[in-house]
């Protein structure tokens, strides 16, 4: 396993936790397990971390980096939007922090076989968990033109949401598969064809990493399940507990700004910070930062 890639924002997010040493943390988004290894770190024998993730090649993973810290952690294979079930089973009522990196992680990006990335050829996949669901492969054919045009708009974005889902649903009237990573790739290099020459590389690039982005937040209904945990968070968090979620996308990071404007009106949350973005020197190092938003929070 390469551990080479930073978490995005990681003194900033577990500066906004202010752990405890004592304290009880979830890290709802395990990963590869940097913001637990962070956490871990700052606790003391007392203290208990307990990791969430969907993806099982990924929990065992990161049980082996957390390895000297197995005294102090729970590792669970579920999804975070289960937290108030996960903590009910483990006999715990609160926590005193929680943090969520809603990005993909290095892990699943770099495996060719999770069809993550346009980069390479891999399977259409994009299942967060590949033991459930439908791959995104599946997920097309079931959908309309119109559908996937607005699923394109609606979870990245994408200018030539029209011109792309022309042309893949072109290719499945000539009865050609969309079965690998390459074959929505091609089909987005030739639904752009009309962009000038010197243009196109960057724009094919861009809207290739927009049209996988909507695919992967449908099949894995992302928005859904933040929601529901969003819903859920003042049940889970002791008072004086602190949250900290990393957003890649527009619409999370609006959801999360939603729920805790909405709960600090309330009085559920005492304090939520500004927005937080990454330095250029950040995004520079790590071209995944670019898009990123902290917000943290306290119950």
């Known amino acids: 396993m390469d551990f080479k890639h930073v978490s995005v924002l990681l003194n900033e997010t577990i500066d906004g936790l202010n752990i405890n040493p004592d304290g009880i943390y979830v890290d709802g988004t395990l990963g590869g397990g940097g913001h637990s290894y962070e956490i871990c770190k700052r606790l003391s024998d007392k203290g208990r971390l307990i990791g969430i993730d969907q993806d099982g090649e990924a929990l065992e993973a990161a049980r082996e980096r957390l390895k000297e810290f197995e005294d102090k952690i729970t590792l669970v294979r579920s999804n975070y939007c289960e937290i108030d079930t996960i903590l009910k089973d483990l006999g715990i009522e609160k926590v005193d922090g929680i943090v969520l990196d809603l990005g993909v992680s290095s892990y699943q990006l770099d495996n060719l076989e999770r069809g993550f990335s346009y980069k390479n050829e891999g399977p259409l996949d994009l299942r967060l968990d590949p033991s459930k669901g439908e791959p995104a492969s599946e997920r097309l054919k079931k959908l309309t033109k119109d559908e996937f045009t607005g699923m394109l708009i609606e979870n990245s974005d994408e200018p030539y ?139």
Not at 193 to 208: C, N, Q, Y
Not at 211 to 226: C, G, H, K, P
Not at 254 to 280: N, T
Request: glycine residues 4%; aromatic residues 10%; proline residues 2%.
């Open 161 to 299: 949401a029209k011109e792309i889902a022309t042309e893949v649903f072109n290719e499945f009237r000539k009865k050609k598969e969309i079965n690998t990573t390459t074959d929505l790739y091609k089909a987005i290099e030739k639904a752009l064809s009309f962009i000038p020459e010197k243009e196109r590389k960057d724009a094919v690039k861009k809207s290739s990493q927009r049209t996988f982005q909507a695919l992967r937040i449908d099949v894995n209904s992302e928005f859904e399940v933040l929601e529901e945990f969003l819903q859920k968070l003042p049940y889970v968090m002791k008072e004086g507990g602190r949250i900290a979620i990393l957003t890649f996308h527009s619409g999370e990071d609006r959801l999360v700004k939603q729920y805790f404007k909405m709960y600090k009106r309330d009085g559920v949350l005492s304090e939520i910070s500004d927005v937080i973005r990454p330095s250029a020197a950040e995004c520079a190092r790590n071209g995944r930062a670019r898009s990123t938003k902290l917000r943290w929070a306290v119950r």
